[in-house]
């Protein structure tokens, strides 16, 4: 029995393409299982001051996402009465190689204590210009300045974030505590950090933006 070269060849393109294109979906489909790890960095509010150990927004942020379907990990990297600083001096070892994220929320020190906003953002763009350097995505979160520190200073001070935002082009949700402040049942009697509830609202009212921040880091579009 012959068997004509032509054919077999034709036969053999088809497979090593059906083979290709088997494969190809398999790395797809591993690519997108890959858990997305990131790590939140900041102060107190990220922490989470005075709560129980799960209860700090990192870890309900977790959870949500997990709940709607997102395989994601979040490190919590904050440190209670950081100044943006304190936060860039210890950012590398902070967050690890291999971080796909980076969740930035730093700066609410510098405000109570009324330190120049101008040396608040020197410091945040420390951190964000490292990152860039290590390929390491930023989400940027911003606080607001007291308000009773003076219209010039909360001008000063509240525009950092969202200057920064529109420089290094980064996702941007403009206020950590939103719907939070003034809240009493959501605050701890300090009236400055979420209780337990307020977290959770803090998750809320944040997911939307999260989930946009995943998304470009699986090289998505809004």
Not at 37 to 57: F, I, K, N, R, W
Not at 186 to 215: C, I, K, W, Y
Request: no cysteine; glycine share 10%.
């Amino acid at each position: 029995m012959s068997v004509h070269p032509r054919p077999l060849r034709n036969a053999l393109v088809i497979v090593a393409a059906a083979l290709a294109l088997f494969f190809g979906a398999l790395a797809s489909e591993s690519a997108q299982a890959k858990t997305i790890h990131l790590v939140a960095l900041g102060d107190s509010l990220t922490a989470g001051y005075g709560l129980a150990p799960g209860e700090a927004y990192p870890s309900v942020l977790e959870k949500a996402l997990k709940d709607k379907g997102w395989d994601v990990a979040i490190a919590n990297a904050g440190v209670s009465g950081d100044t943006a600083e304190d936060g860039a001096a210890r950012a590398d070892w902070s967050v690890p190689d291999g971080t796909d994220g980076v969740l930035l929320e730093l700066g609410a020190n510098d405000a109570l204590r009324g330190l120049p906003p101008k040396k608040a953002k020197a410091a945040l763009e420390r951190i964000i210009a490292g990152f860039g350097k290590r390929k390491i995505p930023v989400m940027l979160i911003g606080v607001y300045a007291p308000r009773n520190l003076g219209q010039d200073y909360v001008q000063a001070f509240d525009g950092i974030y969202s200057a920064l935002a529109k420089e290094h082009e980064l996702v941007f949700y403009p206020f950590f505590l939103d719907g939070v402040v003034g809240e009493a049942k959501l605050n701890l009697q300090d009236g400055m950090h979420p209780s337990a509830e307020g977290v959770r609202m803090v998750v809320r009212r944040m997911l939307p933006t999260v989930e946009h921040f995943l998304r470009t880091l699986q090289g998505g579009k809004e």
